[in-house]
């Protein structure tokens, strides 16, 4: 073989090299989505559920904490309106029941207030977990390399987007995060092109 024909063989393997290097390389691109995990714990009826149990569970003392205040508000303006027609003691014993009312209404708000940030982020945690569970399951499932959070990400095109079907998910399971598992995940929406 002469050296033209092996410089033109040479050039046409490392052509061909390169060809299939680069369908390679495309074929082990990273599958990646984003969720976002805001809207999932909004709209999911798991996050519903939680938000509903929520207002029911606390309604009852919130109801009481604004009689409290009402009676305390009640007790200020009679103090001012009769204040000056009352006698030293009246004015003393008044000023005195306002003043207590005041400082067990304020205690009363606080522990409510408490309560209610201690009892919202052990249900979000619970929440959070059932949606984790569910990305992790679905990204499995629909065979992605990696899924990450919108709240860190700084660009996102919207294929990328897998929301909508871990929402469906969620929904598919219903309102309580201890429900069973889909027989399978949804599929994601179709990939847009991106354009620069």
């Known amino acids: 073989m002469n050296v033209a024909i092996k410089s033109r063989v040479g050039v046409w393997l490392l052509a061909a090299g390169g060809a299939f290097a ?13 969720v976002d995990f805001q809207r999932l714990a909004i709209e ?12 029911a569970e606390f309604a009852p003392r919130e109801r009481t904490l604004q009689a409290q205040g009402q009676a305390v508000k009640a007790k200020e303006e009679k103090l001012q309106k009769d204040g000056a027609t009352m ?32 009892r919202r982020n052990e249900e979000l ?12 399951t679905y990204g499995k499932a629909q065979g992605y390399d990696l899924i990450l959070a919108q709240e860190g990400v700084i ?12 929402l469906a998910a969620l929904q598919a399971r219903g309102g309580s995060p201890a429900a069973a598992k889909p027989p399978a995940a949804p599929t994601p929406p179709p990939a847009k092109p991106q354009t620069k």
Do not use: C, H, W
């Open 87 to 118: 006698s030293e003691d009246q004015r003393g014993r008044a000023e005195k029941e306002l003043r207590d009312g005041a400082r067990d209404f304020e205690r009363a708000r606080g522990e409510l207030q408490d309560d209610e940030t201690a």
């Open 44 to 55: 999911s009826p798991q996050g519903k559920a939680v938000m509903e149990s929520m207002r």
């Open 125 to 136: 945690s619970r929440l959070q977990r059932t949606i984790v569970e569910e990305v992790r």
């Open 22 to 34: 680069a369908v390679g390389a495309a074929a082990a691109e990273p599958k990646i989505g984003v």
């Open 155 to 166: 660009y996102n095109a919207s294929a990328s987007d897998i929301t909508p079907a871990v």
